[in-house]
């Protein structure tokens, strides 16, 4: 079992910064990808960003490439979203999802069905 729990969402200005955070507890060490979701309301989830375990592999939407970063700190346990320049359509509930099997392709992991663990998610509202 993974526990996962997002902080760092609020209110922002467009063109402003945020940085997210989730930290993971209980069974880190099965940890295999780590993501970043978000859902708009009326509008489905989808994928932002997701890193491998070594944290040398990551993966982007292209709505958010450029602008957001997502690292993670192993000795923390912890996945961070560092987001800049903000938009409008940035805003959503974000989620932390965790994939605790080894994947045949680290792309997938852009693919909410392959992810064990969720965390409650935070919110980012950006205003215009």
């Known amino acids: 079992q993974v526990q996962l729990v997002e902080s760092g969402g609020g209110l922002v200005q467009a063109g402003g910064s945020l940085r997210l955070s989730c930290a993971a507890s209980?069974?880190?060490?099965?940890?295999?990808?780590m993501g970043w979701f978000r859902q708009a309301p009326g509008k489905e989830r989808e994928f932002v960003a997701a890193?491998?375990?070594?944290?040398?592999?990551?993966y982007y939407a292209d709505s958010v490439k450029g602008r957001f970063t997502i690292s993670r700190l192993d000795a923390k346990n912890t996945v961070y979203l560092q987001m800049h320049r903000l938009k409008s359509e940035d805003t959503a509930a974000y989620y932390c999802a965790v994939r605790i099997a080894e994947l045949s392709l680290g792309t997938l992991l852009k693919y909410d069905y392959y992810y064990n663990y969720w965390g409650q998610g935070t919110h980012v509202t950006v205003s215009s």
């Open positions: 890193i491998s375990r070594s944290g040398d592999s990551t």
């Open positions: 209980g069974d880190t060490l099965s940890i295999y990808g």
